[in-house]
Nanobody
Framework: QVQLQESGPGLVKPSQTLSLTCTVSGVAITTNYYFWSWFRQPPGQGLVWMGSIAWSGSTEYSPSHKSRTSISRDTSKNQFTLQLSSVTPEDTAVYYC??????????????????????WGQGTQVTVSP
């Protein structure tokens, strides 16, 4: 049974770096063709893709957030991490980690599409405030 669990601070001050970790159980994050992604949902808005890390360790980022976003992994702990620098109150959102299996067809340009993902964490609220 695949499970994802986000963890990190619920409150971050403006200009600081937000760091969130997704701990995965039930499958190795190095399993071929799996992509592991971060999404966020600001208040009153839809899900927004932040970026992904592939089973190989390669990364892809949303152009909207690329300059401030970094995704890394610790394979020994089966975790992947989101870092978002220079946060502002506009970064306040519920942050989710998720998995997509690209083994059947390849994901192409669909990593941004939340509907292709099959496993999700429960989400964690992050508030950016002084």
């Amino acid at each position: 049974q695949v499970q994802l669990q986000e963890s990190g601070p619920g409150l971050v001050k403006p200009s600081q770096t937000l760091s969130l970790t997704c701990t995965v159980s039930g499958v190795a994050i190095t399993t071929n063709y799996y992509f592991w992604s971060w999404f966020r949902q600001p208040p009153g808005q839809g899900l927004v893709w932040m970026g992904s890390i592939a089973w190989s360790g390669s990364t892809e980022y949303s152009p909207s957030h690329k300059s401030r976003t970094s995704i890394s992994r610790d394979t020994s702990k089966n975790q992947f991490t989101l870092q978002l620098s220079s946060v502002t109150p506009e970064d306040t959102a519920v942050y989710y980690c998720a998995r997509v299996d690209c083994s059947g067809y390849g994901c192409g340009d669909t990593l941004f599409d939340h509907t292709v993902y099959d496993y999700w964490g429960q989400g964690t609220q992050v508030t950016v405030s002084p």
